[in-house]
């Protein structure tokens, strides 16, 4: 079975532009999750996805936003982008939401603003 | 809020050497609790997982006990090797209605041959 794939792998961007990041979770995987890592504030949650409805999202500025797709494919878009942006977006795949339900992570997308 | 502190690495080991990596949680009420391993240039890995008090997860002779009473998950391993050099992250699971993982801010582990 395929994992989670995430594109592009790398991206490098200017302050002020907007980027979309794209993830195909497991086959048959329904939920889908957004994380942002950086050296600073660790791995923060962005938002979570369910069968195309946002379930939950983080403590993040609207310019983060989201969506999924009927095949459960998501993508996540950042606008305005700020120097503060610069992080690895992982997202993560689940069957279902809910508890225990192990999360399959991506490789991530490496997003460098300039 | 929820919350996990991890020790700071780097933590440098001599191969088969024993490890311990700190990990301890506040949370409200009894979450599930996660080891992931991120090696360089990759996403996260589950390593282990316990979702009730002393339960103890295992994987790749790497263990941890979920112990309620001093609010910790500590990850261990009799014998390092080389290849075990990664980041580790503990992590949490809410059990409210979001499911997010809380992460600890990470263990860097580097084994010298």
């Known amino acids: 079975k395929a994992g989670v794939t995430q594109t592009p792998r790398y991206l490098i961007k200017t302050r002020g532009q907007q980027v979309t990041l794209s993830c195909s979770p497991i086959s048959g995987h329904r939920s889908v999750s957004w994380y942002q890592q950086t050296p600073g504030q660790g791995l923060q949650f962005l938002f979570e996805y369910f069968s195309e409805t946002q379930r939950n999202k983080g403590n993040f500025p609207g310019r983060f936003s989201g969506r999924q797709f009927s095949n459960s494919r998501s993508e996540m878009n950042v606008s305005t982008l700020e120097l503060g942006d610069s992080a690895l977006y992982l997202c993560?795949?689940?069957?279902?939401?809910?508890?225990?339900?192990?999360?399959?992570f991506g490789p991530g997308t490496r997003l460098t603003v300039l | 809020g929820d919350s996990v502190t991890q020790m700071e690495g780097p933590v440098t080991l001599s191969e088969e050497a024993f490890l311990t990596i700190n990990c301890t949680y506040t949370a409200t009420g009894y979450p599930s609790l996660f080891w992931y391993v991120q090696y360089p240039g990759e996403g996260l890995q589950l390593l282990l997982k316990a979702t009730k008090a002393d339960d103890k997860g295992s994987n790749k002779g790497f263990e941890a006990t979920y112990r309620k009473e001093t609010t910790s998950f500590h990850l261990e391993k009799g014998s390092v090797q080389v290849s075990d050099s990664a980041v580790y992250f503990c992590?949490?699971?809410?059990?409210?209605?979001?499911?997010?993982?809380?992460f600890g801010s990470g263990t860097r582990l580097l084994v010298r041959p």
């Open positions: 993560a795949s689940s069957s279902v939401a809910g508890a225990n339900n192990e999360q399959f």
């Open positions: 992590a949490l699971e809410r059990r409210d209605s979001s499911y997010k993982l809380i």
